[in-house]
């Protein structure tokens, strides 16, 4: 049965994975902060598609936030507005990220771009973070131990240990990305609040439609065991399933969402 009154601020929700992790959430009853930086129709559109996929009288509701999380006044905005709607949030989703507007190769590649995704990618999640969680150890300091479970997923990217000497910017803060998890897992704990990173694979959203044919063609030739692009679905239903408290015993875990990209094989 859904919890009506369970909440998750998911960032950078309007489009691609974040909007599969909203919709999944919101399919599981969860009322949902939908952040996004620049596209406020398409943010709309993920507010009516949660409250399609919401079920019928869970009381859910679904609010738009835009806010750039690389702006730190930005940050601290979206955080008064969406914990004064939102006064319990049960999960925090780091799912908003930017690859470089162009594709250059190591030797070449400027600062510019570098200085853009450590901004949006690293810092934004980051502080962003320690935000959320200084506000669940006010509301954790009021009550009984063990009353209020809060949760942080982290969406990094298999680009965390794949070189791509094309994005070396993305492979660096998607790297950096991944000590996240492990740090605010292990500060946490004694709070009960527990952290996750999901490592999606090959995804099909806006990021990957530029390369959609090389990935098709990489795909086709076996790149992944399970021989298919992965979805957005595909990671909300893993985030969903982390909302939902089934790793209960389990903190600062990495869950590949990749068809197996990860394994070696020989
Ligand atoms: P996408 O389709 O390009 O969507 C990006 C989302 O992030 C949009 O909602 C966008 O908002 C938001 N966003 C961008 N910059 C932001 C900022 N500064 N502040 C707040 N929101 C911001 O990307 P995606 O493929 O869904 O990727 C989502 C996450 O998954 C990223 O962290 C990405 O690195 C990671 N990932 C993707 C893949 C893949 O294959 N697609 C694989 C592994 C990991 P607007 O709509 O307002 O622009």
Redesign the pocket.
């Known amino acids: 049965m859904p919890n009506p009154l369970r909440t998750a601020l998911v ?9 599969g992790i909203a919709i999944q959430l919101a399919r599981a009853g969860f009322g949902v902060a939908i ?6 129709a ?2 709309t559109e993920c507010q009516k598609l949660c409250e399609k996929a919401s079920p019928k009288n869970s009381g859910a509701r679904f609010d738009i936030f ?6 730190p006044a ?1 940050r601290r905005r979206m955080v008064a507005k969406v914990t004064r709607a939102f006064p319990r949030l049960d999960l925090l989703v780091n ?5 470089p507007s162009v594709r250059a190769d190591i030797l070449d590649a400027g600062e510019e771009s570098f200085d853009r995704l450590i901004a ?2 690293v810092k ?1 999640p980051y502080f962003l973070t320690q935000a959320i969680a200084n506000h669940w150890i006010g509301i954790l300091k009021k009550e009984k131990p063990g009353s209020f479970r809060p949760q942080i997923v982290t ?5 965390a240990y794949t070189a791509s000497v094309n994005r070396g910017d ?1 492979c660096v803060s ?1 790297a950096a990305l991944s000590m996240l998890t492990p740090l605010y897992a292990a500060r946490l704990a004694e709070y009960g609040i527990h952290a996750f990173e999901i ?10 439609g530029p390369v959609k044919e090389k990935y098709d063609r990489l795909i086709a030739g076996g790149l992944t065991p399970i021989p298919r692009w ?1 979805t ?1 679905e595909d ?1 909300g239903r893993a985030v969903s399933a982390i909302a939902e408290n089934r790793f209960p015993f389990s903190t600062g875990e990495v869950i590949n969402v990749d068809g197996g990209f990860h394994m070696r094989r020989l």
Do not use: C, E, F
């Open positions: 960032t950078g929700a309007s489009r691609g994975i974040g909007r952040n996004y930086a620049g596209n406020q398409a943010a835009q806010a750039d999380i690389s702006i930005d799912n908003a990220g930017v690859a949006i990618n934004g969406i990094s990217s298999i680009s993305y998607k490592r999606p694979g090959v995804i099909a959203t806006d990021m990957t992965g957005p990671v």
